[in-house]
């Protein structure tokens, strides 16, 4: 028998208490990967990174194939997720045995398509990483449980493991690039064990034939989004390699890393949606209202971050990376620009379409992006490398969310209200970070006034905030006392 559905109030109450945990552990791991970016910045040259960006590139691209939409559905399934896990376990191991041995057969056909033949060795050394969604599907039962904390976890054991296993083998082994490489096995390998140890099940591959067909129906459209999520986000960075060589690559990922922060950050804090979302499907009121809800504060805490980063990628690039990045710096503003326009307004869209099973819609957008990126975008990288990157992602968020992505949300919600309160987040973001952009960011030349900086933008932000929206301190108020009050029994 099905147990009651939870009350409104509830789930949201859980999904604010859940996705608060996901962000400070998400900003905790986000703070190690930064700390690591830095210190093989300053410790590798751009070409070698450079080369383990590009072998990355290809695990990445066939590891999308095999999720096939196996997370989301574990996630969806409200009575029997460990069924489900269960069959999606047995596919993904087929899946990744099959490209793992075409990626060790093709592996010098990719080498030479970048024009590097070392690249051969590369990715027969790294193959067997195509396993890791597979692996990590146990995870998928924390997110439904609304566990955020715990599917965290295995993440920290990957950056923290291959962090130090890769600096170990090059500073006392003088491993060189083969330190990085190796530095990738051990994440991996305490990344998935971790996941294991900690899971809520721990599922056996059994292929029920039935779940099968219902995964592939559902998962089919995910997968054709994922290749095209793939070329959306790492296209570019193909592009940028095949054209301009691999320390073009490194200053284009460099300048990418920063500004996509700011989607990632914005899909912790979505991640409650998806279950929440699927809970309250069958009300259309209390969908619509939790969707309004979540862009409304999602643009408050991400719209002055990207503004932000915008105005000090220049000391920021200067004072943590030093000279040798320098390159980056306009790419990186420029995308902090595009990133930032990609998450203000609706863009909670795909879990709303994935709760609702209409997984078409976001094949159909990312088709859409992919069909830019290798006309307009391929055009642009051509001709300008890293700064056309960051051009083709600024011209498509801006026709993606002005106009592919506005007409899915006014059919799914049949309205925009969600777009009214967007002007005040961006204009208490634009006036601090234009007088940062014009007098401060030439000025600063040290960590500390770099923080003291950021620390004045977001003062003049919170006070201009203040003033636009009398009615947002005792919202956050309440949320607090949601997160921090005493749970219910």
Not at 167 to 191: C, K, P, Q, T
Not at 453 to 465: D, E, H, N, R
Request: positive net charge; proline residues 4%.
């Amino acid at each position: 028998m099905s147990q009651a559905a939870p009350a409104p109030d509830s789930i949201r109450t859980l999904a604010i208490r859940s996705s608060f945990v996901n962000l400070a552990a998400s900003f905790g791991l986000k703070g190690l990967t930064l700390a690591q970016a830095v210190i093989y910045a300053r410790v590798f040259a751009p070409g070698e990174l450079g080369q383990i960006a590009t072998v990355l590139l290809v695990i990445s691209f066939l590891t999308v194939i095999t999720r096939m939409g196996f997370e989301e559905s574990i996630v969806r399934e409200n009575d029997h997720p460990e069924r489900v896990m269960q069959t999606a376990f047995f596919l993904a191991l087929v899946l990744g045995g099959i490209l793992s041995a075409v990626l060790y057969v093709a592996a010098p056909l990719a080498a030479s398509a970048f024009h590097r033949a070392e690249l051969t060795q590369f990715l027969r050394f790294l193959a067997f990483m195509v396993f890791g969604s597979a692996l990590g599907l146990p995870n998928a039962l924390w997110v439904q449980r609304f566990r955020f904390g715990l599917a965290k976890v295995a993440s920290f054991a990957d950056l923290i493991v291959g962090t130090a296993v890769t600096l170990i083998l090059h500073f006392h082994a003088g491993l060189g690039i083969w330190s990085l490489l190796w530095g990738r096995v051990a994440g991996f390998a305490a990344n998935y064990i971790m996941v294991w140890i900690v899971a809520a099940y721990r599922p056996w591959p059994v292929l029920d034939r039935a779940q099968a067909r219902a995964l592939l129906s559902f998962g089919w459209p995910i997968v054709v989004g994922s290749l095209a999520n793939y070329l959306m986000h790492q296209g570019d960075a193909v592009i940028v390699r095949y054209f301009h060589g691999d320390a073009t690559l490194a200053y284009y990922q460099l300048a990418y890393a920063f500004p996509y922060y700011l989607m990632e950050g914005t899909d912790v804090l979505l991640a409650a949606l998806l279950p929440t979302f699927s809970r309250l499907r069958d009300s259309r009121e209390r969908l619509v209202s939790a969707f309004v809800q979540s862009n409304k504060f999602i643009t408050l805490a991400i719209v002055p971050c990207g503004i932000a980063l915008a105005a000090l990628a220049g000391p920021l690039v200067r004072v943590v990376f030093g000279a040798k990045w320098l390159p980056a710096v306009g790419p990186m503003t420029v995308l902090a620009i595009g990133f930032t326009v990609q998450v203000m307004w609706g863009y909670g869209w795909g879990a709303l379409v994935l709760a609702s099973g209409r997984t078409r819609y976001l094949m159909y957008v990312k088709l859409w992006i992919v069909l830019y990126l290798l006309t307009a975008g391929t055009l642009l990288i051509r001709a300008f490398g890293a700064m056309g990157g960051a051009l083709y992602v600024l011209t498509q968020a801006i026709l993606t969310v002005g106009v592919v992505r506005g007409w899915i949300l006014q059919h799914e919600l049949g309205s925009r209200s969600f777009i009214k309160d967007s002007w005040k987040p961006v204009v208490a973001s634009l006036v601090p970070g234009a007088l940062v952009w014009w007098l401060a960011s030439p000025h600063i030349g040290s960590v500390v006034g770099l923080i003291l900086t950021g620390i004045a933008y977001g003062a003049v932000y919170i006070g201009l905030m203040s003033v636009f929206d009398r009615e947002l301190v005792p919202e956050l108020r309440h949320m607090a006392r949601l997160v921090f009050g005493p749970r219910a029994a």
